[in-house]
């Protein structure tokens, strides 16, 4: 069932949203060489609990962090471990959180140090393409407008578009329907309307689409080896256009 929210669970929703774009805010001067990414889970989940909030993805399914950590070639869901973070890598940090019965989910990918340029332009490229959807959520227009403005530009600039990772409706669940994938024909598929809150999250790869699944059961990783990137923005559909809930209390 695709859900259409009051003005009131809008609000609560933005408030998770914010929870969790604060999060980043605070963790951005600790992802840095050299931090170990079980510290990033721990401070992640310190901070939440501070603002009375839960974190969202811990237990979710048997998940066991607060953060997905996905480190270069990993896509998403990658676990927070012992890990380094090194000097030259890209990666992506995916946090929710429930607030008074709403999720909030948002995501974001660092560049960690010195970066070479094509990693660079992978990062910039994949944040384009999220903006580019969101222009795209608006009353009247359909869920195949979001992706097929995702894919373009992604693929416009040489990059690939995952296809067995979607984004998605939120508000009383973190994951609700409709799927809301980053590649797709315009004018297919739900109709969007005033008052949907959806997450639009492009993972875009530097080399194939293709991906897999590590024996953690969680992690997913490029087929090729190559770096992916990551952004995620949770959204309310209104009729005076998209309006971004996962922004930090400074706006």
């Not at 990414?37 to 992640?44: H, R």
């Not at 997450?199 to 875009?204: L, S």
């Amino acid at each position: 069932m695709v859900y259409t929210r009051s003005p009131r669970e809008v609000e609560k929703i933005a408030r998770s949203c914010q929870i969790v774009a604060d999060t980043l805010i605070m963790l951005e001067p600790y992802v840095v060489p050299g931090a170990r990414v079980s510290d990033l889970d721990i401070k992640a989940e310190e901070f939440i609990r501070s603002q009375g909030a839960r974190p969202a993805f811990k237990g979710y399914m048997g998940f066991p962090s607060t953060l997905c950590v996905s480190i270069e070639d990993a896509v998403v869901h990658g676990i927070p471990d012992e890990n380094i973070l090194q000097d030259g890598q890209i990666v992506g940090i995916d946090c929710g959180a429930e607030l008074d019965g709403y999720f909030g989910d948002h995501a974001r990918s660092f560049a960690i140090g010195s970066v070479d340029p094509e990693k660079i332009k992978l990062l910039t490229t994949t944040h384009e393409s999220l903006m580019k959807g969101i222009e795209q959520a608006i009353p009247g227009n359909h869920v195949g407008d979001i992706g097929f403005a995702v894919q373009t530009h992604a693929e416009n600039n040489g990059f690939s578009v995952v296809r067995e990772l979607v984004g998605h409706g939120i508000g009383k669940e973190l994951h609700e329907e409709p799927q809301i994938p980053n590649y797709g024909r315009a004018k297919q598929g739900y109709k969007l309307r005033a008052g949907m809150c959806i997450a639009i999250e492009p993972m875009i790869n530097a080399g194939v689409k293709e991906v897999y699944t590590a024996k953690d059961g969680w992690t997913v990783l490029t087929q090729d080896g190559k770096a992916s990137a990551h952004f995620e923005h949770t959204i309310a559909i209104t009729e005076n256009g998209p309006k971004i809930l996962s922004v930090g209390t400074n706006g």
